[in-house]
């Protein structure tokens, strides 16, 4: 069992989950994409949760705005992300930060790389899948009928995979790779409403 509570973020319209185990009130927190999120903080406090681990879908700035804040709040807190992922997040031009108001996104590397596989965290089973399209480094992350895709899926709306490392042949393999396991689950975008996989 799980609990999944959803934020949504500024300047740009991305989302963050936190994903909370109540039996043991340990937490992964999904996309952190809003500066210094007090927000974040607050759930913790009020519902006496801590987070454990930051899990990035990609390293694009509107997905990885708050992990500088969570890390100094929470010294213990671990990031987890793709090998390409990590190797981009302090970099503000292949975070995209550069080419958005000029913000100076340095964001250190994960702490625990991941690119695909079954994992338990905070006692719950996930499982890392590669989807690459919207960038090369893109994973999507799994628990029970739920799907954190980041942008890798997004319901209604075209995926962009003209930015850097994106493409659209990747995309169409990623989706034909992945279209019978996500049949009926829930999906949870990195923009936008969940919705359940047609
Ligand atoms: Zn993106």
């Known amino acids: 069992m799980f609990t999944v509570q959803k934020f949504e973020n500024t300047p740009i319209d991305s989302v963050t989950y936190i994903i909370t185990n109540p039996e043991n009130n340990l937490a992964i927190v999904i996309d952190p994409g809003t500066e210094n999120d007090d927000r974040l903080l607050d759930y913790f406090e009020k519902n006496a949760v801590i987070p454990k681990f930051i899990f990035l ?8 705005l708050g992990v500088n804040y969570l890390r100094s709040q929470f010294p213990e807190i ?6 390409k992922t990590s190797e981009r997040l302090p970099n503000p031009k292949k975070n995209l930060a550069i080419f958005h108001n000029q913000i100076n996104l340095v964001v250190q590397q994960a702490d625990i790389l991941i690119n695909e596989g079954k994992f338990s965290w ?21 628990l029970e009928n739920s799907f954190f895709s980041g942008d890798f899926l997004l319901q209604g709306s075209r995926i962009v995979t003209n930015l850097p490392t994106g493409s659209k042949k990747q995309y169409q393999e990623s989706i034909e790779k992945y279209d019978h396991l996500l049949k009926g689950l829930t999906i949870y975008p990195g923009h936008g409403e969940s919705y359940i996989y047609e």
């Open 57 to 64: 879908t990609h390293e694009h700035f509107d997905h990885i």
């Open 78 to 83: 671990e990031v987890i992300a793709s090998d």
């Open 122 to 142: 905070i006692n719950l089973n996930f499982e890392v899948f590669r989807t690459p399209g919207h960038t090369d480094s893109s994973i999507s992350i799994s």
